[in-house]
């Protein structure tokens, strides 16, 4: 009987514990279970020989070890960024005193465009345990809540590519303080009274006041759930240079291949002229093959030319003049698995 009776309560345990794990608000794979981050890659309409739907995407975590094809498409609820957003949407978060969460675009849905905020895009959501950041390059989106999930029909046209990790809620305060210097345009947000102490500067963000700057850029080193290390470099406005030559190859002591939308005319050439140097990538190339020009991929990620340092970082900003002057960051991560999935995307590149 005593036997029977400690099952039962171990039973009823493991039943509680799992119901717990179910309801934290973290990333979500595909099959809507949640991960300690996840990456996609939206593939542009327009491919070398190909024109497609433009919703197609290529999907990646460190349980499927390499790109693979979505069976979903991105501008359904299903797959992982809906299954993420829907703890936000469908989860009713947005009306909870208990959770954060900041929707924040340069070009946000249905409002008008407003200068003088970061080119920076992305999405936070947590409570006192934990949460994600999803950092994206996708304009427009996400939805406002009350809305629902819905993806912009001018989102499909270029590449774009999303990083979501899953963190504790400590390392929100450090995010919080990355967030000043992206000065971020926070188009629908709620940071709850019991969150003030420890969130002062993400709530003046949240009523529209900008917090004074200790300086014009900002490391944080981040750790995920499960202990993976990101890097969040951000630049205020006052930082005028190219984030990736002037500061982050440097810093990271490592050439640099970078992927971003460079408007002709406007493009910031490939750069050897300080000791780490920075070179425009111009083709990608994804499995299948997926091949496509930079110019019709809106996402902006960079990796480490030698295969040795192994570090891969996606953000903001592009390699264009106008974009000195806007305030925005990149996330690193030395994962060698994410280091290989993008190297092998790099198809062509410009030397100095």
Request: with cysteine; glycine share 8%; hydrophobic share 35%.
């Given at each position: 009987m005593a036997t029977h009776f400690s099952s039962c309560l171990q039973i009823i345990i493991m039943f509680l514990c799992c119901t717990v794990c179910s309801t934290d608000i973290s990333c979500?794979?595909?099959?809507?279970?949640?991960?300690?981050?996840?990456?996609?890659?939206?593939?542009?309409?327009?491919?070398?020989?190909e024109v497609s739907s433009g919703v197609d995407y290529m999907y990646l975590d460190s349980s499927v070890g390499s790109w693979q094809m979505s069976k979903f498409m991105v501008n359904t609820s299903q797959g992982a960024i809906g299954n993420t957003l829907n703890q936000l949407y469908m989860g009713k978060a947005y009306k909870s005193n208990s959770s954060v969460y900041a929707?924040?675009?340069d070009g946000p849905p249905i409002l008008d465009y407003i200068k003088g905020y970061g080119h920076t895009k992305g999405v936070l959501l947590f409570d006192r345990s934990q949460g994600f950041w999803l950092s994206h390059s996708i304009p427009h989106f996400p939805s406002f809540p009350e809305r629902g999930y819905l993806y912009?029909?001018?989102?499909?046209?270029?590449?774009?590519?999303?990083?979501?990790?899953t963190y504790r809620y400590e390392q929100f305060f450090g995010i919080a303080k990355q967030m000043v210097y992206l000065y971020p345009r926070f188009y629908n947000c709620s940071v709850p009274a019991a969150f003030l102490s420890d969130l002062p500067q993400l709530a003046q963000l949240c009523k529209g006041s900008k917090p004074p700057l200790a300086s014009d850029k900002r490391v944080e080193q981040l750790f995920s759930i499960q202990g993976e290390k990101f890097v969040s470099f951000v630049?205020?406005?006052?930082?005028?240079?190219d984030i990736y030559t002037g500061w982050v190859a440097q810093a990271l002591d490592a050439d640099l291949l970078v992927e971003s939308w460079q408007t002709q005319g406007h493009e910031l050439p490939s750069n050897c002229s300080l000791p780490k140097h920075v070179m425009n990538i111009k083709r990608i190339r994804l499995p299948g093959p997926v091949l496509f020009q930079s110019y019709h991929d809106h996402s902006k990620w960079c990796l480490s030319r030698t295969y040795e340092d192994q570090v891969t970082c996606l953000g903001d900003l592009n390699r264009e003049r106008a974009q000195m002057w806007r305030s925005g960051g990149l996330v690193c991560t030395f994962n060698p698995l994410i280091y290989k999935a993008f190297r092998q995307a790099v198809d062509w590149y410009f030397g100095c």
């Open positions: 979500k794979n595909e099959a809507g279970e949640p991960v300690d981050w996840f990456i996609i890659y939206k593939l542009p309409r327009c491919k070398i020989g929707l924040y675009n912009p029909s001018s989102g499909k046209v270029n590449g774009q590519t999303a990083l979501c990790v630049k205020s406005e006052h930082f005028v240079d």
